[in-house]
């Protein structure tokens, strides 16, 4: 809907318009007044010039069309006086409009303007540009007749530019006004691209065409007409191809945008999905499991259980117990895969954390008799981390060299200070089964676990080591691993000094 400013401005397109069309008419009048003078064969061109419209005419852009009625148009300039071959051009200018308001039609589009008035307009713009070409071409001394003379060359080219530069730039205002934009950069970005190649359908074609009615009359206009009709015609096709195949491309384009909206929808609707069955994990799992344990120790301490009864309730308790871990494992996996593990990092006592992952590692490596050592500097500034996760990261380590080191081994906890960076490294080093080495790129990889003989029975989910890592890292750390099959391996991790993040901050 025009707007009232819009509607302001729109007086400026209609004056516009009316003034050339009254141009236009004068124009035309002149010419049919000066057809009393002129051979009668200007028809012929009249009709070559409608023939040309119609079979050849394509729009290629919603304000511009090809064809060859401007060549007609300009061989008639060569041909006849230019007053005269104003109709020739007119003629053009009639046959455009009613071919692109048919195709308007075809397509559902409704044209902004009368037909009458588009007929007036654009057969004023075609007249002016085709009395402008021979008013120049007889200016710079053209002569009509044979084009091929060396001196009507150049006037032919002054010509046919400056006609096709006048008739874009009547077009170009009136769509500068109807758009409200410099009539300049409508020119340039719909019409420039198209100028070199209409001066050129002008120069040769008209000039082909003008050179064959001056050797044979009529019959040689037609000669030269229908090689340029086939071949302006085969560039429409290969337009029109174009069109369908942009027109194809674009479906596709559309579809495959249509198939990503719905594959991120579905995603979206997974994650969703993900997360409440974490959360109901984490409810309805945990709290059973929890309370199952708390009972199953409560009846463990009494004194009343037979020996059978005894080996069943510490059954349950350990099944029961790495059925929590294992609940535990998947909330910290899924945590960390969405970043929403949070580290209440502080500034802590990394021996604390190794005492605590001790307690709990202790009886299980008495069972199987193996020693561990502790190895770390009397005095030893505090890391920056959370307890909690720390001794949970050594516990999952510490379990793993006892679970992989055969009865009788040895396990060695090493603390150090990093030489180069402010980081403090721990070593757990073992002496058990090792790693094969095509295996350690992949040990800290979810459910990654080694099948082997010597371990089979080992209990194992494949998390413990993917959990340690994300961890480490949480805290701004790095872990790695070095392991020779037969002879142990050595986990290692660092974490940053707790003053080293002071001075950072
Ligand atoms: P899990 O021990 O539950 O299988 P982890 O993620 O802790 O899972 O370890 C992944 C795999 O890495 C283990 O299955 C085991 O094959 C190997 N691994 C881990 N630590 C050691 C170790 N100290 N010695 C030998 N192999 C180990």
Same mark, same amino acid.
């Given at each position: 809907m025009a707007t009232p400013q819009s509607?302001? %401005?729109?007086?400026?397109?209609?004056?516009y318009t009316a003034a050339v069309s009254l141009l236009g008419i004068a124009l035309l009048l002149c010419s049919l007044w000066q057809l009393r003078q002129t051979s009668p064969e200007i028809f012929i061109f009249v009709a070559l010039c409608v023939a040309a419209e119609l079979t050849t005419s394509e729009a290629i852009a919603p304000q511009l069309a090809i064809s060859m009625s401007s060549a007609v148009g300009f061989a008639a300039v060569l041909s006849f006086h230019p007053v005269a071959a104003v109709i020739v051009g007119m003629a053009g200018g009639l046959a455009t409009t009613l071919v692109k308001d048919a195709a308007d039609r075809r397509q559902g589009r409704r044209p902004g303007a009368a037909l009458l008035r588009r007929i007036l307009f654009n057969m004023a713009a075609f007249g002016?540009?085709?009395?402008?070409? !021979?008013?120049?071409?007889?200016?710079?001394?053209?002569?009509?007749?044979?084009?091929?003379?060396?001196?009507?060359?150049?006037?032919?080219?002054?010509?046919?530019?400056?006609?096709?530069?006048?008739?874009?730039?009547?077009?170009?205002?009136?769509?500068?006004?109807?758009?409200?934009?410099?009539?300049?950069?409508?020119?340039?970005?719909?019409?420039?691209?198209?100028?070199?190649?209409?001066?050129?359908?002008?120069?040769? &074609? $008209? $000039? !082909?065409?003008?050179? &064959? #009615?001056?050797?044979? $009359?009529?019959? $040689?206009?037609?000669?030269?007409?229908?090689? @340029?009709?086939?071949?302006? #015609?085969?560039? *429409?096709? #290969?337009?029109?191809?174009? %069109?369908?195949?942009? !027109? *194809?491309?674009?479906? @596709?384009?559309?579809?495959?945008?249509?198939?990503?909206?719905?594959?991120?929808?579905? @995603?979206?609707?997974?994650?969703?999905?993900?997360?409440?069955?974490f959360s109901v994990v984490n409810h309805e799992m945990r709290s059973p499991l929890t309370a199952i344990l708390g009972y199953a120790e409560m009846l463990q301490a009494s004194p009343l259980l037979s020996p059978d009864q005894a080996e069943m309730l510490h059954l349950i308790h350990e099944n029961g117990r790495r059925l929590l871990e294992l609940v535990n494992n998947l909330l910290d996996i899924s945590r960390?895969?969405?970043? *929403?593990?949070?580290?209440?990092?502080?500034?802590?006592?990394?021996?604390?954390?190794?005492?605590?992952?001790?307690?709990?590692?202790?009886?299980?490596?008495?069972? %199987?008799?193996?020693?561990i050592r502790v190895d770390a500097p009397p005095t030893l500034p505090n890391v920056m981390g959370e307890t909690r996760r720390v001794a949970q990261v050594l516990v999952n380590l510490l379990s793993n060299a006892v679970k992989y080191t055969p009865e009788t081994g040895r396990v060695t906890v090493t603390v150090t200070r990093d030489e180069a960076r402010p980081m403090v490294r721990v070593h757990v080093a073992d002496t058990g089964i090792g790693i094969p080495r095509? *295996?350690?790129?992949?040990?800290?990889?979810?459910?990654?676990?080694?099948?082997?003989?010597?371990?089979? &029975?080992?209990?194992?989910?494949?998390? &413990?080591?993917?959990?340690?890592k994300g961890l480490v890292e949480a805290h701004g750390g790095e872990i790695w691993v070095e392991s020779e099959e037969g002879r142990g391996s050595t986990f290692a991790f660092t974490l940053p000094l707790a003053a080293a993040q002071d001075a950072a901050s």
């Open positions: 509607k302001g %401005k729109l007086w400026r397109l209609q004056v002016l540009s085709i009395i402008t070409a !021979g008013l120049i071409y007889w200016g710079l001394g053209g002569r009509a007749g044979d084009p091929l003379l060396a001196t009507n060359l150049l006037p032919m080219l002054v010509a046919a530019t400056v006609s096709e530069l006048v008739n874009g730039g009547i077009v170009a205002l009136a769509v500068a006004l109807q758009v409200q934009e410099p009539a300049r950069k409508v020119w340039q970005q719909n019409m420039s691209w198209a100028t070199p190649m209409n001066v050129l359908g002008m120069v040769v &074609g $008209g $000039g !082909g065409l003008a050179m &064959g #009615y001056h050797i044979a $009359g009529i019959i $040689g206009a037609g000669v030269f007409f229908l090689p @340029l009709v086939l071949t302006i #015609y085969a560039f *429409r096709l #290969y337009i029109a191809q174009s %069109k369908s195949q942009m !027109g *194809r491309l674009e479906d @596709l384009i559309a579809q495959r945008t249509e198939d990503l909206r719905q594959a991120n929808e579905e @995603l979206t609707h997974l994650d969703r999905t993900r997360n409440q069955f960390l895969e969405n970043g *929403r593990l949070n580290i209440l990092a502080q500034p802590m006592d990394l021996m604390e954390a190794v005492d605590q992952a001790l307690d709990v590692i202790r009886p299980l490596a008495q069972k %199987k008799r193996i020693a095509e *295996r350690l790129p992949h040990v800290f990889d979810r459910f990654s676990r080694l099948e082997r003989d010597d371990i089979a &029975g080992t209990i194992g989910t494949g998390l &413990g080591l993917s959990i340690a």
